[in-house]
């Protein structure tokens, strides 16, 4: 059974950095290399929206409010993916989701809370 875990939330001033993790357990390496994983947001009264979409086997995108402040990087040997965010706003706030697309399934981490207070 394939789970995501996201980690790495927590409260930060405005300005500040977080970097969050999702790890997809039980999955094969080619599996992992071929699949995509995706960091969605919601904010409180708000739609669950995509912040990045990272293709394992391919180039990562990034809504534009995160661009130049959102990064990705990967440990294949962990299954992770983990997302680098610099110069915090208040309105990147919300809880992240891991999203992971692999051999067509789809499986979602139960979210980490990012607080940024101004």
């Known amino acids: 059974q394939v789970r995501m875990v996201e980690s790495g939330g927590g409260s930060v001033q405005a300005g500040g950095s977080l970097g969050l993790s999702c790890r997809a357990s039980n999955v094969i390496l080619s599996s992992f290399n071929v699949g995509t994983i995706n960091w969605y947001r919601q904010a409180p009264g708000k739609q669950r929206e995509l912040v990045a979409h990272i293709p394992l086997g391919g180039s990562a995108t990034y809504a534009d409010s995160v661009k130049d402040r959102f990064t990705w990087s990967r440990d294949n040997s962990r299954r992770t993916v983990y997302l680098q965010m610099n110069n915090l706003k208040p309105e990147d706030a919300g809880v992240y989701y891991c999203?992971?697309?692999?051999?067509?399934?789809?499986?979602w981490g139960p979210g980490t809370q990012v607080t940024v207070s101004s």
């Open positions: 999203n992971g697309l692999f051999n067509s399934r789809e499986y």
